[in-house]
């Protein structure tokens, strides 16, 4: 299969209108995941003032959203609250490794897959995130300890998240054995695995260079306020 670098250019909008459509909801331009799903939402690569007008009338006065459709500015009367410059990494010869002691995890584990996210921050997941692609899992004594999965779809493309471990239970190498679990699933289908982490995130870059990975892009995540629909015409 021929795939095209450029869809990960712009992965949530990528993602949105091709193999997770279905959990896609549109205003005008604006494209976002069912709310339940996932938090994010997809401008077009070069938005225009209607995009913006669409973004605005889609999201509500005064909400914050998060911008990652490449190099862009919100327009006048926007606030930036926050910007998150990251990575993104690309398979660069990963051996995908299944793991005996992974197991799959549905929908009766999301209660524990919540509490372990909420408990290690490895960033966001909600309650019909596990509906985006496979999660693994590691059970000590029964409670769940590590997990990893998939999130993002750009055509040809997977997305490795939700990458965490317990505290208690780090050093153990269980993070990276649920990474290479995750990639032998990707792989098996013929598809390329990425993933994202914020350039502060030292260890977790150089862990995913270890197994494989390499930059590809640098973008900058942008948290922006939402304004009124008087300041946007």
């Given at each position: 299969m021929t795939v095209s670098f450029s869809a990960l250019d712009n992965p949530v909008w990528s993602s949105l209108s091709g193999p997770h459509a279905r959990f896609a909801?549109?205003?005008?331009q604006v494209l976002r995941y069912q709310t339940d799903v996932a938090p994010f939402l997809?401008?077009?690569?070069?938005?225009?003032?209607?995009?913006?007008?669409d973004l605005a009338a889609f999201a509500g006065p005064g909400a914050e959203v998060t911008v990652t459709a490449g190099e862009v500015?919100?327009?006048e009367g926007w606030e930036i609250v926050e910007e998150f410059p990251a990575v993104q990494l690309v398979d660069d010869g990963v051996e995908g490794v299944e793991d005996p002691e992974a197991i799959a995890l549905g929908p009766a584990d999301v209660p524990d897959m919540l509490d372990l996210v909420e408990r290690t921050k490895p960033g966001p997941f909600l309650p019909r995130t596990i509906e985006l692609g496979t999660y693994l899992g590691i059970r000590?004594?029964?409670a769940l300890v590590a997990m990893a999965g998939e999130r993002l779809h750009p055509p040809g493309f997977t997305e490795v998240s939700a990458v965490c471990t317990d505290p208690d239970h780090r050093g153990q190498g269980l993070a990276a054995r649920l990474v290479l679990a995750v990639v032998a699933g990707i792989k098996a289908r013929g598809e390329i695995p990425f993933l994202h982490a914020t350039q502060t995130n030292t260890g977790a870059i150089r862990l995913y260079e270890s197994l494989g990975f390499r930059v590809h892009r640098r973008p900058v995540f942008v948290v922006a306020r939402v304004a009124s629909l008087e300041q946007v015409g």
């Open positions: 909801e549109r205003h005008g997809a401008l077009p690569d070069r938005p225009d003032e209607a995009a913006w007008r500015t919100p327009p000590r004594g029964g």
